[in-house]
């Protein structure tokens, strides 16, 4: 696991863009696993700035996000469809019928998981998938517990993390209950992984996600079981290491 702190912002956005746009220079069909929350915005307003002044093209790459919430419509401001659109995929020369989030207003719920891992088969590996972490340990949604899915699922979320949440909606009680996430399984199968952590509130759990017992209690500790994963900290969240 390469661990990097960097400096500021700039060197932060910096790094994770520069390690996207050269897999895309080595391979640009390349599949990217994407993360919503607001610790890749800047990583993707910098690729956003590449793109604009060709130093980076998406025109030919696949993407599958994580996660999305369960009962908000594809066009509520705080679904996560919505902010990839916005915060990424409007500004960018992607196809947009290549990127992919969880249909979380689908009919058929399980089948919807069925039919993600069922994409993820016929395009993956992921080359790329870009994670963050939840102060609980969750990545994508997988929170914690006695047991993880390995597969794209249905899950409740969790109180700590609605609260979390709760900043982007006008009350808690208007922070979804449930979301759709790709399994741990899932995750692990990319190719690499981009860990982005910022904030001295996250300075723990990430410290204890990489350093200490991996056990699905902590969710983001099962990356150590991976053997090509770089993390990105800023000063804050790398407080501990
Ligand atoms: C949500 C997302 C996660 C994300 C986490 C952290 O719960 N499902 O994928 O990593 O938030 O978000 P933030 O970067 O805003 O702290």
Known sequence: MNIFILRDEEQFVQTGASLISGLLH????????LATGSTPIGLYAKL???NKQGLVSFSQATTYNLDEYVGLPENHPESYRTFMNEKFFNHI?????????PNGN????????????????????VDLQLLGIGHNGHIGFNEPGESLT???HLVELQEKTRTANARFFPSLDDVPTHAITMGVASILKARQILLLVRGED????????????????????????????VVLLDQGAGRLF
Do not use: F, W
């Open 150 to 152: 390995g597969g794209t």
């Open 26 to 33: 080595t391979n640009p069909r390349a599949t990217l696993g």
């Open 48 to 50: 956003i700035e590449m």
């Open 202 to 229: 996250k300075a723990e759990i990430v410290h204890r996600a990489l350093k200490g017992p991996i056990t699905t209690e902590c969710p983001a500790s099962l990356l150590q079981c991976h053997s090509n994963v």
């Open 106 to 125: 689908a009919a058929n719920l399980e089948e919807e998981c069925l039919n993600y891992d069922r994409m993820l088969e016929e395009h993956g590996p």
């Open 93 to 101: 020369d992607i196809q947009i019928e290549r990127t992919h989030v």
